[in-house]
């Protein structure tokens, strides 16, 4: 079995400037030491007009906090109004970049072949894409979720290569959770993390299932986040309202240290 780093990734979603992501990113430091970093990978996910303040801070003071973005093109230049490449990302120092979040499924009508055309992108340009599945609630009262986000995952995980596979992150997150203080429970999310691991074997092998981390997201807070990364096949959070409160998101990378 592998061991792997637990992440928490911090998605600001369209939340703050550039000069509030300066002042929080500085919070988050001050509340989180070495240790800390020893022990959890810690992320965050500023909207594109904050990275370049956030890379000016990480890079300046030496911060362990790595970052990433919300979305990229699947094109690399040319005449895309109003995209971001994943050319200029990596160029920023970006290390992750968020790809088929639920929010960009619904709003921008984002299917499986334009996620994984990010996918590709991503990994054109070194990025590790968070990517990100799950079901609404209808198909959840259908009982069709763990269905449902094996497909996403197929989907988003075409031509990928087994050595780039390896390094992907894999969120997911029931979107009937998600804003709305409905997490799921610990056995929810295990039973879709567990599944989304075993199909990463039948997709490629157990090497590259063992490595991926799986994240849970939805309404995690410091309160819920213990038993959540008690089950075996969750490797972290995918965390947003709660992270734009530096308190809130220190604890919940705290995580050994919050009540189960
Ligand atoms: O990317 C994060 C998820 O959408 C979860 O958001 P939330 O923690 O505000 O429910």
Not at 65 to 82: E, F, K, N, R
Not at 151 to 161: F, N, V, W, Y
Not at 197 to 204: G, S
Not at 252 to 257: L, T
Request: proline content about 3%; overall charge negative.
């Amino acid at each position: 079995m592998a061991s792997r780093k637990p992440l928490i990734a911090g998605n600001w979603k369209m939340n703050l400037n550039h000069l509030e992501a300066i002042a929080l990113v500085q919070k988050l430091a001050f509340a989180l030491n070495d240790k800390d970093f020893d022990k959890v990978d810690v992320a965050v996910l500023p909207p594109f007009t904050d990275l370049r303040s956030v890379q000016t801070l990480v890079d300046g003071d030496k911060l362990r906090i790595v970052y990433g973005a919300q979305d990229l093109s699947p094109h690399d230049a040319g005449a895309y109004t109003g995209d971001v490449s994943g050319v200029m990302l990596a160029k920023l120092g970006c290390t992750y970049v968020t790809i088929g979040h639920s929010e960009r499924r619904q709003y921008h009508d984002e299917d499986d072949d334009l996620v994984n055309a990010k996918v590709q992108a991503a990994y054109r340009h070194s990025l590790t894409p968070i990517l990100c599945v799950g079901e609404g609630l209808a198909v959840r009262q259908e009982g069709r979720h763990i269905a449902h986000s094996l497909a996403q995952l197929d989907g988003a995980l075409r031509k990928i290569t087994a050595e780039q596979a390896k390094s992907i992150v894999v969120a997911y997150e029931p979107v009937w959770a998600i804003g709305t203080g409905e997490v799921a429970t610990p056995e929810d999310a295990q039973e879709v993390c567990g599944a989304l691991r075993v199909r990463l074997a039948e997709l490629y092998d157990t090497e590259v299932a063992s490595a991926v981390r799986i994240l849970y997201g939805g309404s995690v807070k410091s309160g819920n986040i213990a038993g959540i990364m008690a089950q075996p096949d969750v490797d972290g959070a995918l965390v947003g309202g709660a992270s734009i409160d530096a308190g809130e998101f220190a604890k919940i990378c705290r995580f050994s240290d919050m009540p189960g």
